[in-house]
């Protein structure tokens, strides 16, 4: 069941880099700021890990969090859910800054959401329904750290 769960991520990523992608509000999108676009990453890698690394913000992850099969249709080898999840993370030097970077990329990803309701191909299928949780800013990244957190649920059918 590991290949429902990259096929899911890299669609959903496909989505997220593709035209016309993540793109924020111009006020708060300055070559200063590496353009427009983030770059989408796939992975379920911890804050700590990316820390270490050398990164550049904002920083788009998605990943698959769980795959549950509950056979809703009996005689299909897979018939459940994919659970994905975006993370978007945003660091600056002023904590305004840093909020308003992570809002207007948060608001971005839900567009991308939006305007892709329905069908995925390959046995995908989108609703339309999200969750987003917002996490506390903290010291990190280019002086201040702020990060959202986008949940949402593919129903998966496949033969």
């Known amino acids: 069941m ?4 990259a096929a899911a991520t890299s669609a959903l990523r496909d989505l ?7 793109i924020p509000a111009p006020d708060t999108a300055t070559p200063a700021r590496g353009g427009l676009s983030a770059p989408v990453l796939t992975g379920n890698v911890p804050l700590d890990l990316i820390e270490r690394a050398p990164s ?5 992850q998605v990943y698959c969090d ?3 099969n509950v056979q809703r249709e009996k ?14 993370r945003s660091s600056a030097e002023h904590i ?7 809002q207007s990329y948060t608001d971005s990803v839900l567009q991308v959401l939006n305007a892709n309701k329905g069908d ?4 995908r299928f989108y609703g339309g329904g999200y969750e987003v949780i917002f996490t506390p800013m903290k010291r990190g990244g280019l002086n201040y750290l ?14």
């Not at 590991?2 to 769960?5: F, K, L, R, V």
């Not at 997220?16 to 993540?22: F, K, N, Q, R, S």
């Not at 550049?56 to 788009?60: A, E, I, K, T």
């Open 120 to 123: 995925w191909g390959g046995g």
């Open 96 to 102: 305004t800054t840093t909020e308003l970077l992570l």
């Open 16 to 22: 997220l880099a593709g035209e016309p992608g993540i």
């Open 146 to 159: 702020q990060a959202a957190r986008v949940t949402i649920s593919l129903d998966i059918t496949l033969d």
């Open 2 to 5: 590991t290949t429902i769960a």
């Open 56 to 60: 550049s913000y904002p920083y788009v």
């Open 66 to 68: 769980k795959v549950s």
């Open 75 to 88: 005689f299909r080898t897979f018939s459940g859910k994919a659970q994905l999840v975006i993370e978007i």
